[in-house]
Each structure stands twice: as structure tokens, then as C-alpha cells.
């Protein structure tokens, strides 16, 4: 049985894994994404697997909006921390669920549900946009202001007017585009899942770029890009080599 993971949170993804693994040896996960973005490109670009494990919340916003992007035929089991009222709207329309965290019985019922479906050849008819409104789920809003404090002064700035986010000596500052740089009160990873993924790229663990402060960018070593930015950094700004690759679909607007 091939089945693709889309979670956000790496350890609880490898779980899964090794759960279902445990389960069934013979179930081959074929990947595992952690966002809205990366799991559409998977989709469109691969064969579409038997069965999705899925989170609902996810890096850039809910998983519901996966299906309003691509059209998903296979049956999904949804990772939820909803409460029963919730969950009885799962139930009501023939989703299978598992509720967080999840342990190795509730896996193994839901995987024989699949596969008693999958026997039958009766594939549940899933409406996933109405179960979404059943939820309450919308879509993520992306950061539009911050309140930054420096000294006693207290002042609101546009997060569209951010050049970059990076950290220095474990604080994060956001330079704006005039040069002015002020800390804030996020890390970059609540950034990351907070500012909109179309403007802003996480090129390493030390820097969060907008595509607008990208001036400059040539090779370097290991298929990483080495990039000016504007206003100029006086750290070194080069993308991890795990991340040039979604880096340069991102600059291609993939």
C-alpha cells in the first residue's frame, strides 16, 4: 500500500511512519510534506497515492485548501485535535479521523477501514470544502502589522514594507525596506508559518527574504545561491542546501 504523509511537524510525521510501518511492513510511504504549497506541486506532478495521511493545520494555513487547488480522488484520514462535536462531523460524512496524538490502535482501525472500503470498491464521496465549513476552518490570513518595541518606544509597521527577518545572536530583527532594522517579537519559525509564502522564502535557518529584496543572486558551491540583498545585509546571505531547490521553484512562482 503506498501512502503519502502531509505534516508539518517532522517528529510527528516519522511516528506515523514508523506506526504504519509497524502496522503493515509492506506499506511504502512515498513522501512527506509539510505544507499547503509542497503538497499541491507533489500531487500535480506525481501519481496520486492510495491512501493520505493529512494533518489539518499546516506550515502555511489548513489542509482543506489542498482541495481547492487540485482535484484529490484517493480516500484521506485527517489528523485532528478537535473536539467530539467535531469529530461526529466526521463521522456524519464518511471521513475517517484520527485525533492527536495518535496511537497505534486507532491507526490500525482506521488503515482496516481503508482497506474494507477499498474491498468493497466504494471510496467515500467526500465534500471536503462543506466539512471544512462544518469545522470552522478558514484559511490562514498572513501577517499584515507588527508591533515592534525598542527602547520605550512602541511602533506598528506594515509587514509588506519587510525587506528581510534574520537572527543575530538568537535575536530576530525585520529590516525594513528604508535600511532601519528593528527586533521583534517572533522567532523565524512562527514567522515562516505567519507572513504570506508568495512574498517571503526561509532561504536557511538564519534568514526569511522577500522577493523584493532580492537584488543579486550567483552559484555557489553545492547547488546553494548566494544572494545581495537591498537594503545590504552585513551577514552573509546564502540559501541552505536543503532548501535551494524549493528556493529556485519559489523564485519561478511554483
Known amino acids: 500500500m503506498n501512502i503519502l504523509i502531509i505534516e508539518d511537524e517532522a517528529a510527528i510525521a516519522r511516528r506515523m511512519q514508523k506506526l504504519l510501518q509497524e502496522i503493515d511492513p509492506e506499506i511504502v510511504v512515498v513522501d512527506i510534506l509539510g505544507s499547503i504549497e509542497s503538497s499541491v506541486a507533489w500531487l500535480k506532478s506525481h501519481t496520486e497515492p492510495e ?6 493545520h499546516l506550515a502555511d494555513g489548513s489542509s482543506f485548501e489542498i482541495f ?17 462535536y467535531a469529530i461526529q462531523a466526521f463521522k456524519v460524512n464518511s ?8 496511537n497505534k490502535e486507532d491507526l490500525a482501525e482506521s488503515l482496516k477501514k481503508f482497506k474494507r472500503l477499498q474491498a468493497a470498491a466504494k471510496p467515500p464521496v467526500l465534500d471536503y470544502s462543506m466539512i471544512a465549513q462544518m469545522l470552522g476552518v478558514r484559511k490562514t490570513e498572513s501577517l499584515k502589522r507588527m508591533v515592534i518595541r525598542y527602547g520605550d518606544v512602541i511602533k506598528a509597521v506594515e509587514v509588506k514594507d519587510v525587506a528581510y527577518f534574520y537572527t543575530d545572536e538568537k535575536i530576530v530583527f525585520a529590516t525594513m525596506s528604508d535600511g532601519k532594522s528593528y527586533p521583534v517579537d517572533f522567532t523565524l519559525d512562527q514567522l515562516e508559518k505567519k507572513v504570506d509564502p508568495e512574498r517571503f522564502f526561509r532561504i536557511n535557518r538564519k534568514f526569511l527574504i522577500s522577493y523584493g529584496s532580492i537584488q543579486k543572486m550567483i552559484s555557489y558551491s553545492k547547488s546553494r545561491v548566494k544572494i545581495t540583498l537591498e537594503p545590504l545585509s552585513e551577514l552573509e546571505v546564502i540559501s541552505s542546501t536543503e532548501r535551494s531547490g524549493d528556493f529556485k521553484e519559489w523564485l519561478a512562482g511554483k
Do not use: G, S
Open 68 to 84: 481547492e487547488e487540485i482535484q484529490v480522488n484517493c480516500p484521506v484520514i485527517f489528523a485532528t485535535a478537535y473536539d467530539q
Open 95 to 102: 471521513i475517517d479521523y484520527l485525533l492527536k496524538p495518535v
Open 51 to 56: 491512501l493520505i495521511m493529512m494533518d489539518i
